[in-house]
């Protein structure tokens, strides 16, 4: 069966850092995209990042660019999240997911098929 | 702010029939296939409906996609209380910011 479990999540404060982790199981983690997405207290989804499957494709909300970074071990199947100069904003339960991409009939595909419990992220003073 | 525009919310009455439109434009829905997912409350996200009108195994045919252009709609027949739930249309959006984007979100409500 396909598990996805996040963790690392708590309160911090602002300026802080965070690193998430999604631990998964059931499938063979290094032929699958995977993402993050959150979701602040009553809000809807945002997508934060995605990264493919060998990790050498990268892409980022231009809300978090440049103070969050995805990465992965596939040797672990284990998915990350380096969550820097934290803001009030990013208070959210974090998501990961596995994720299916591809080109079809000429138009982009993308889905996030498989979803773990999230973990909750506290930016506070 | 989502580019993806639904409703807040429709409602309808046991075994009635709803529907949920997902507006957005030539870089996103125009573009590429749409997904939506299903968020119970209290739960995770799941996928419901993937490549516009696809079902993943297990997701039973009274749930239904569509797309025309610029826009999405998913379809829900023979309403359940167990459907209540926020729903989320979402795609790619290849712009300048070469995005994933998730729809505001409709709430169903079974009367």
């Known amino acids: 069966q396909v598990h996805l479990v996040e963790s690392g999540g708590g309160l911090v404060k602002p300026g802080g850092s965070l690193r998430l982790s999604c631990a998964v199981s059931?499938?063979?983690?290094?032929?699958?995209?995977m993402s993050w997405i959150r979701q602040a207290p009553g809000k809807g989804l945002e997508w934060v990042s995605y990264i493919s499957s060998g990790g050498s494709s990268i892409y980022s909300a231009d809300s978090v660019k440049g103070r969050f970074t995805i990465f992965r071990d596939n040797a672990k199947n284990s998915l990350y999240l380096q969550m820097n100069s934290l803001r009030a904003e990013d208070t959210a339960v974090y998501y990961c997911?596995?994720?299916?991409?591809?080109?079809?009939?000429?138009?982009?595909?993308?889905?996030?098929?498989?979803w773990g419990k999230g973990t909750t992220v506290t930016v506070s003073s | 702010q989502s580019v993806l525009t639904q409703p807040p919310s429709v409602s309808a009455a046991p075994g009635q029939k709803v529907t949920i439109s997902c507006s957005g434009s030539s870089s996103n829905i125009g573009n590429d296939y749409v997904s939506w997912y299903q968020q119970l409350p209290g739960t995770a996200p799941k996928l419901l409906i993937y490549?516009?009108?696809k079902r993943p195994s297990g997701i039973p045919d009274r749930f239904s996609g569509s797309k025309s252009g610029t826009s999405a709609t998913l379809g829900i027949t023979g309403l359940q209380t167990g459907d209540e739930a926020d729903y989320y249309c979402?795609?790619?959006?290849?712009?300048?910011?070469?995005?994933?984007?998730f729809g505001t979100g409709t709430k169903v409500t079974v009367l």
């Open positions: 997911a596995r994720t299916v991409q591809g080109i079809l009939l000429g138009y982009y595909y993308y889905y996030m098929d498989v």
């Open positions: 059931g499938f063979t983690f290094s032929d699958y995209y």
């Open positions: 490549d516009n009108n």
């Open positions: 979402g795609t790619w959006d290849s712009s300048l910011s070469a995005v994933y984007v």
